[in-house]
């Protein structure tokens, strides 16, 4: 049985950086898209960013693109989501997932709380 274990949330002040890992066990996750999706308080979960297998894809929601960094290190069976230049904006619950296809989740994780204060 697969688990996600999601760590590196906290609290930051706007423009400040944090990176979130991932950590994946219980089975190989060869071949699965890995990613990131965030709830905010009272709104619906959303697409942050997600990375291939191989690492040679990666796409980011617009919200985020050019300031967080998504990457993985299939050795470790961890993925990285580096952000900077956080906004307030950008406080929610972030939760790690895993999926081989399309529109379906396979795995999550627990989340995490980024908290980012003005």
């Known amino acids: 049985q697969g688990q996600l274990v999601e760590s590196g949330g906290g609290l930051v002040q706007a423009g400040g950086s944090l990176r979130l890992s991932c950590a994946a066990s219980g089975r190989t996750f060869s071949g699965y898209v890995m990613g990131w999706f965030r709830q905010a308080p009272g709104k619906e979960r959303e697409f942050v960013a997600q990375?291939?297998?191989?690492?040679?894809?990666?796409n980011y929601a617009d919200s985020v693109k050019g300031r967080f960094t998504i990457s993985r290190d299939n050795a470790k069976n961890t993925v990285y989501l580096q952000m900077n230049s956080l906004k307030p904006e950008d406080t929610a619950v972030y939760y790690c997932?895993?999926?081989?296809?399309?529109?379906?989740?396979?795995?999550w994780g627990q989340g995490t709380q980024v908290t980012v204060s003005s």
């Open positions: 997932f895993a999926r081989k296809v399309l529109g379906s989740y396979d795995y």
């Open positions: 990375i291939t297998w191989s690492g040679g894809s990666t």
